[in-house]
């Protein structure tokens, strides 16, 4: 099970913190990430973590390179997503997501969080 928390309503510019915390699972041993879907629009790759063992590798979306940070903490089962300088353009439902190993873009997820919603005004 995966649960999302940290969405909101904020400013261009400002700065926002997801969590998800996860249950049911060795969480080291999975791959972590997010994904979004905005009104009319497919859902897309954000960023991904890779398991433990694999070094923690990160990748991201070129639209939130530089912005947005993907973390995870073992002892906690939670992944974050750490969004700066948040644009009008990133409001979207934010999902987490887990797959064995890593979470890319084309990696077929396993488990999905029920959303949080990010807003963004101008």
């Known amino acids: 099970q995966l649960v999302e928390s940290g969405g909101g309503l904020v400013q261009a510019g400002d700065s926002l913190r997801l969590s998800c915390a996860a249950s049911?699972?060795?969480?080291?041993?999975?791959?972590m990430g997010w994904f979004r879907q905005a009104p009319g629009k497919e859902r897309e790759f954000v960023a991904g973590i890779s398991w433990n063992w694999n070094g923690g590798r990160t990748v991201y979306a070129d639209s939130v390179k530089g912005r947005f940070t993907i973390s995870r903490d073992n002892p906690k089962n939670t992944v974050y997503l750490q969004m700066n300088s948040l644009k009008p353009e990133d409001t979207a439902v934010y999902y987490c997501?887990?797959?064995?190993?890593?979470?890319?873009?084309?990696?077929?997820?396993?488990?999905w969080g029920q959303g949080t919603q990010v807003t963004v005004s101008s």
């Open positions: 049911g699972r060795t969480f080291s041993t999975y791959g």
């Open positions: 997501a887990s797959a064995p190993r890593t979470v890319a873009p084309t990696t077929p997820v396993d488990y």
